[in-house]
């Protein structure tokens, strides 16, 4: 069993709607990531969080340590939304990140 | 500040061909990591750099070696490339936990 899991796989909206990805994990964790990854590009950091909530003009970011358990919402989605979105997850150790799979997102105008 | 500058950008090599992977980052991290990326698997460990001066196996080092020649440079070795080894690497280095990714090199080993 991986220690990430994301769901969905792969999410096809419309503009507009509220989006939802979510990260289960099975190990404790000092941090959780979101990172996105848009298609042939590089790979940026969205968010860290070790507790509770963070946002960032659409993107929301939550976190249920007991749960372990994350979600990733972007309110009023946009077509230039679309790219693979990332959980992973730092137990604190120097080998740095655990990574999920992804989750390809594609928003249609 | 160019941040984790990796080079080549994309790379086609025969069966048994060496080749680098240069990494440099200009943020005075002391950790950096190299990944590949396949389809369907996510991002995997190849080795990891704590400080100047140590390197670690991670998760799929078979194949591959790393050099951490000062605090700014990660290189990745493929001594005798096999098809198995395509894939798309990053290059990141890191701070403490926030991680900083260079833009990739698309290997192919035909």
């Known amino acids: 069993k991986n220690e990430v899991e994301q769901s969905p796989q792969n999410l096809t909206a419309q503009e507009g709607e509220f989006i939802t990805i979510n990260c289960s994990y099975s190990?404790?964790?000092?941090?959780l990531h979101w990172l996105q990854q848009h298609p042939g590009g590089g790979i940026v950091s969205l968010f860290m969080?070790?507790?509770g909530k963070k946002k960032h003009g659409r993107l929301i970011a939550t976190i249920n340590i007991q749960e372990k358990h994350s979600s990733l919402h972007i309110t009023a989605s946009h077509p230039r939304d679309s790219a693979v979105y990332i959980c992973a997850v730092t137990r604190g150790g120097a080998d740095g990140l655990t990574f999920g799979k992804g989750t390809h997102l594609i928003i249609q105008p | 500040n160019a941040g984790v500058t990796q080079t080549p950008k994309f790379q086609v090599l025969k069966t048994g061909q060496s080749m680098t992977l240069q990494c440099a980052q200009d943020?005075?991290?002391?950790?950096m990591y190299w990944y590949r990326q396949d389809p369907g698997m996510g991002l995997r460990l190849i080795y990891y750099s704590a400080s100047e001066g140590t390197t670690d196996k991670g998760e799929v080092p078979n194949g591959y070696n790393v050099s951490r020649l000062n605090k700014r440079e990660f290189s990745l070795r493929l001594e005798s490339a096999a098809p198995s080894q395509t894939s798309v690497y990053f290059c990141?280095?890191?701070?403490?936990?926030?991680?900083?990714f260079g833009s990739g090199t698309q290997l192919s080993v035909l």
């Open positions: 943020m005075n991290h002391n950790s």
């Open positions: 190990v404790g964790i000092s941090a």
């Open positions: 990141a280095s890191s701070p403490r936990e926030k991680l900083f």
């Open positions: 969080l070790s507790s």
